[in-house]
């Protein structure tokens, strides 16, 4: 549909003032596409559950709001409930071999206790969710009570959604599953291609600075830890997946340009990571500079940039 395979077509798109256009029809693509998700969900009217998942920086909770208005137009009412509220206790929570605490452990998780409450929703009954106090490690109460009326679905969004094991009290034709992944398809030309996981790795980059205080350094390290929690909790479960979005943006590089360049040039040749920066840069610097003025508030991108319409 876009007609854009390489870089070289974005640059010659931002050279002659036909980036703008290209940049809605591709946004519109991706609202169609949640739209369509979020429409046929609707229609099954015994499905109360949507558990959203993926890898990080995939774009999964810019991805769980947006869907959430999409449910709202097609006459549905979605509660957003978190699964880092249901956290065991730290000092019960289990660890890697290394001693450091494991919170992408699927039994990270109280299991039983999320399993009681859905149960009960599904059932009619009104329940209490809890709220995990993160500087203290220890899960207290909210105070916000939820009861599922005909027209509510709940959404929940972590990294364990497509496994079974997360919602096994849960019949398998009260909830859907949803995929999403930033599976890139652009290429540096005829014979070379962008890897998706550069895309998602520069993504997390510019978050992990911007919110998070973290320099580049910080996350290219932490990086190889980040995919190995990937294999081990996330692509093993993707073919159980009902649905599966994509949401990679052919225009992105051209966004993350700008951020993602004085980010890695910080990182020091003394780093074991300068080689993988310098490698980054490279690649970067095949990419014309695409404005932040010119995406649309509720993008993806700016999930990970900044004037996302979405609070986070």
Not at 174 to 181: A, D, L, P
Request: proline share 3%.
């Amino acid at each position: 549909i876009l007609r854009v395979h390489n870089i070289i077509d974005i640059n010659k798109l931002t050279d002659n003032y036909e980036i703008s256009e290209f940049i809605l029809v591709e946004e519109a693509l991706h609202e169609k596409k949640i739209a369509e998700i979020a429409a046929d969900i609707v229609k099954r009217q015994e499905v109360k559950l949507i558990l959203i998942a993926g890898p990080s920086s995939s774009g999964k909770t810019t991805f769980a709001k947006r869907l959430s208005v999409q449910l709202q137009a097609s006459k549905a009412k979605p509660i957003v409930i978190g699964l880092d509220d249901y956290f065991i206790d730290r000092d019960k929570t289990v660890r890697k071999r290394n001693g450091e605490i494991d919170f992408e452990s699927l039994h990270a998780l109280d299991l039983e206790y999320l399993n009681k409450q859905l149960s009960q929703l599904l059932n009619g009954e009104e329940v209490e969710l809890p709220h995990f106090d993160f500087a203290r490690g220890k899960r207290r109460r909210s105070n916000r009570f939820i009861k599922l009326h005909e027209e509510d679905v709940i959404v929940m969004e972590g990294i364990h959604g497509l496994n079974d094991e997360l919602t096994a009290a849960i019949p398998a034709n009260r909830k859907v599953k949803i995929y999403v992944s930033a599976l890139n398809q652009l290429n540096i030309d005829n014979h070379n291609r962008v890897a998706t996981t550069d895309c998602r790795l520069l993504r997390r980059m510019i978050r992990d600075h911007q919110y998070r205080g973290y320099t580049a350094t910080e996350t290219m390290l932490r990086w190889p830890s980040v995919r190995e929690g990937e294999e081990k909790n996330i692509f093993p479960f993707q073919e159980n997946a009902d649905y599966m979005f994509n949401s990679s943006l052919t225009y992105e590089l051209g966004v993350l340009r700008k951020h993602a360049w004085k980010l890695l040039l910080s990182v020091p040749k003394s780093s074991s990571a300068y080689t993988e920066a310098q490698r980054l840069l490279a690649l970067l610097s095949n990419v014309n500079d695409i404005p932040d003025a010119l995406v649309p508030y509720n993008s993806i991108i700016r999930e990970f940039t900044n004037g996302s319409i979405f609070r986070y």
